[in-house]
């Protein structure tokens, strides 16, 4: 398999879109270490492997250095990081105070430049990649996820910022993802009616599936990949459909 013997570390690794990362990588033949402040419920597996499992708190710089010290230790090498922990609840700018959205920008632009920075000589060494999980949220305006947006844009600019001054040794990119279908799409669409409706406003039709996500981050992690750096790939299923068409009357008589 293409990624044989190379080992990969994957923040926020233990469910969702996280989990469907490491288990593409696992399917390509890596070593995946999955990280989260909490275990998964199931080992996260694919094709007969499992991932390892440890438990930090990438807002704890000391804690994420000892991590990757322990990785490298043990594998005695680190070919990429997959920065995937983030998030945020819904929460309008007005209801929640300066200190809350400053959290949801420590989680989703601090920790994944603590990461990174902790995760360098070894991926230097090995001339490895990172690859950042952004979010199309970071393009737009994002009413309600206002701080992760904001967080998602510097995010993207940070990873070309990475690519230029770790080249030639460590490569970095962004995979930027639109919807994603995952055990916890309920809380967010609905059922499966309002899940299917959601979709159907995606170009392709369907929310994307974590290992859509998953393969995009292997492909930047691989060989394949070896010219590409400070790029970000849309996997987003072709964007949103501009509201305006819809809204728009046409006389189709003229």
């Known amino acids: 398999m293409e990624l044989d013997g190379r080992v990969v570390v994957v923040t926020g690794g233990t469910r969702g879109v996280g989990a469907g990362i490491a288990r593409s990588f696992l399917a390509a033949g890596a070593d995946v270490v999955v990280c989260a402040r909490r275990p998964p419920e199931e080992t996260v597996s694919a094709d007969g492997r499992k991932a390892t499992f440890t438990p930090v708190d990438l807002r704890d710089p000391a804690a994420v250095q000892d991590f990757f010290g322990a990785v490298a230790n043990r594998y005695g090498r680190l070919d990429c990081l997959v920065n995937n922990a983030g998030g945020t609840p819904y929460r309008l700018l007005g209801e929640g105070d300066a200190q809350r959205h400053a959290r949801v920008v420590e989680l989703n632009l601090l920790a994944p430049l603590t990461a990174s920075l902790a995760a360098h000589p070894w991926l230097r060494e090995a001339r490895g990649s990172v690859v950042m999980i952004g979010s199309v949220s970071g393009t737009r305006p994002s009413p309600g996820t ?10 993207e600019n940070l990873a070309r910022s990475m690519a230029v001054e770790w080249a030639p040794e460590v490569r970095v990119n962004s995979v930027v993802l639109g919807m994603v279908r995952t055990e916890l799409s309920h809380l967010h669409y609905g059922d499966e009616a309002g899940i299917a409706s959601v979709g159907a406003t995606v170009p392709l039709g369907r929310l994307a599936e974590p290992s859509d996500v998953g ?7 691989s060989d394949r990949a070896a010219y590409v750096s400070g790029a970000s790939l ?18 189709k008589e003229n």
């Open 146 to 155: 206002a701080a992760y947006g904001a967080a998602k844009a510097g995010l």
């Open 234 to 251: 849309l996997v987003h299923g072709g964007g949103e459909r501009p509201a305006f068409l819809d809204a728009a009357t046409v006389n």
């Open 215 to 221: 393969e995009a981050a292997v492909f930047l992690a």
